[in-house]
């Protein structure tokens, strides 16, 4: 039996983000370095004083909006919201009509997978149910409780929506989890088992009283800065900028699906590698020895030109994450540019990998890398500290999480013949 090696692209583009939802806006913003940076507010220190001052807000969206059947809000968490309207964006983006009537995707819908990474998993359901439970009892207990947390939540009602009939799951691999998503799918329309894919990530960590944030500021992760930016690869780096969560989908399919089509893609999908440090819960192992092997793996005889980074703002993490690309490419003026963008969103832990390969894939297309928000640099490092053209034919993407989780994909552009 011949092996099948599909050529992967990337067609269509769904953002939901603190910055701005659909494509468009999402990255003029993004070019423009607009933050979305909240103070906490006082509810959330009832019983805790909290380090990290602030935090990015989730991106609240209603249904109907997007000409999408408003009645299923009830029953549907925040995150699966944002997860189904940034997969009608990334549908329409991709020049794939939805039909409002039936809400059908207008391929094979058997050849289409739908593959979500999410890190923690939306919990504000399950709080409130348990307030109604067992704290006060006036409040009206969801009987929809469970089908509103579980993780396969915003698949499947994408699936339900859209039509979608082919392979559908959830991953969980941390703050890895988009990219996973995204490299999992790649490598099921690349093996000829799918046509086409919807892959991202989506997280929210929204609640009313701060649970999830003092989770992460009780260890130490978030920034301490004095005006919530987390500053990556600054000397004056104190930790991660909390952001509430987001979604962002993408689609996929072969290169020879997407031209028969008509479509132009934003970029190709030459590789996807990823590994465990299989060393500490939540620290990333110093030395990055398992990250600089899956980088080298993915990278072989390539040229880079642009590296996404993960490029938190925590000590341990930028210090190893630096490390490694000064091994990998030597000095600065051999590196390729360099940057994070952590330093203008913050971090949404599951949609983050997700996010940051939409950005990798528009500066391929666009031939630019956003700015890096942050000063006093550490040394020998080719960071993009204003907006740069830059005539990118292979950039990277790599995302790191709690557990050990390293992830990484690699983007090319595609030569107009």
Known sequence: MKAVNNRVVITGIGPVTAIGTGKESFWRNLLDGIANIKEIPP??????????????????????????????????ELSTRAAVVATKLALEDAGIGVKEQNLRLPVDPARCTIILGTGICTLKAGFDA???????????YNRMVIPMIMPDSATSWISILFGIKGVNYTINASCASGTVAIGEAFLRIRHGLADMALAGGVECLKDESGTIMRGFDSMGTL?????????????ERSGFLFAEGGACILVLESLEHAMERGITPYAEILGYSA??????????????????????????????????????????????????????????????????????????????????????????QQSVVHKNLTANVMDGLNLALVNLPCDIHVGISASYGFGGHNAALIFGKLEKS
């Open 43 to 76: 509810k959330f220190e009832n019983n805790y004083r909290f380090k990290s001052r602030f935090f990015v807000p989730f991106p609240l969206v209603k249904l109907e909006e997007y000409q999408l059947p408003g009645k299923y809000e009830v029953i549907m």
């Open 130 to 140: 348990h307030e109604a439970h067992a704290l006060n009892p006036s409040l009206r």
């Open 223 to 235: 920034t301490t800065s004095n005006d919530g930016y987390p500053r990556p690869f600054s000397h």
């Open 275 to 364: 590994n465990s440090d299989a060393y500490n819960i939540v620290q990333m192992e110093p030395a990055g020895t398992q990250v600089r092997a899956m980088l080298k793996e993915l990278i072989r005889e390539k040229k880079i030109d642009y590296f996404n980074t993960h490029g938190t703002g925590t000590q341990l993490n930028d210090e190893t994450e630096a490390q490694v690309i000064r091994s990998l490419f030597g000095e600065k003026e051999t590196q390729p540019l360099i940057n994070s963008t952590k330093s203008i969103m913050g971090h949404s832990i599951g949609a983050s990998g997700a996010i940051e390969a939409a950005v990798t894939a528009l500066s391929v």
